[in-house]
């Protein structure tokens, strides 16, 4: 049935206007933490919210697209946004050092790889499955096979900078959780028939 003009809801307000902006307003003080720190902190501060961003864009969306849709849809947008990011990325440390760009190009590939890796992955082992300890293995996997393909590029790099225990923590770890929240996710957009129920992956 068709929806009129007057046809409105509580929950048509709540997820159509508040949650949006909800979303946006905390984005907008995520950027400006760091003026509320000391100078110091600055640098803390910037890790923490480019991590988010990196986890948001190149993991969590093509790890739900992949789970929630199939493995083409997970896959392909891994390689848009994984692109997108590696050129955000580059434009912005090149801004600052642009003789130093040249030896960042493992990098700037893991991210492409990674992200591409995580979607495809994820729809080729969840199959489309509403299953979910079927999505949390699917995403366990895939995310961590996307974060040690992108930690072992980090190193293939001769301007690398992450190392070590908190490298990989940073790394494959935060990749980890993210395969684990990802599929909490997708299975409500289930239970609310956003995802596609085909069988694209056969």
């Not at 409105?8 to 400006?32: C, E, F, M, N, T």
């Not at 110091?40 to 789970?67: A, D, K, Q």
Request: hydrophobic share 55%; with cysteine; glycine share 14%.
């Amino acid at each position: 049935m068709a929806l009129g003009w007057k046809d409105w809801k509580r929950s048509d307000i709540l997820y159509g206007i508040v949650a949006p902006l909800v979303v946006v307003l905390v984005i907008v003080a995520l950027s400006q933490l760091g003026s509320l720190f000391e100078r110091g902190s600055y640098g803390i501060i910037t890790g923490i919210v480019s991590e988010i961003e990196e986890i948001v864009v190149i993991v969590g969306v093509p790890l739900l697209l992949g789970l929630a849709w199939n493995r083409w849809a997970g896959g392909a947008s891994g390689f848009l946004l994984g692109s997108i990011y590696a050129i955000w990325w580059s434009v912005k440390f090149g801004m600052f050092a642009p003789g130093l760009l040249m030896g960042f190009g493992p990098t700037v590939l893991g991210y492409v790889l990674s992200a591409m890796l995580i979607g495809y992955m994820a729809g080729a082992l969840n199959k489309g499955s509403e299953n979910f300890l079927r999505m949390v293995i699917a995403g366990v996997v895939s995310t961590t096979a996307g974060g040690l393909l992108l930690f072992g590029l980090f190193h293939l790099s001769p301007l690398n900078v992450v190392t070590g225990v908190d490298g990989f923590l940073l790394t494959v770890l935060s990749r980890t959780a993210c395969g684990v929240i990802i599929p909490v996710i997708a299975k409500v957009f289930m239970w609310y028939g956003v995802a596609i129920n085909k069988k694209p992956n056969s």
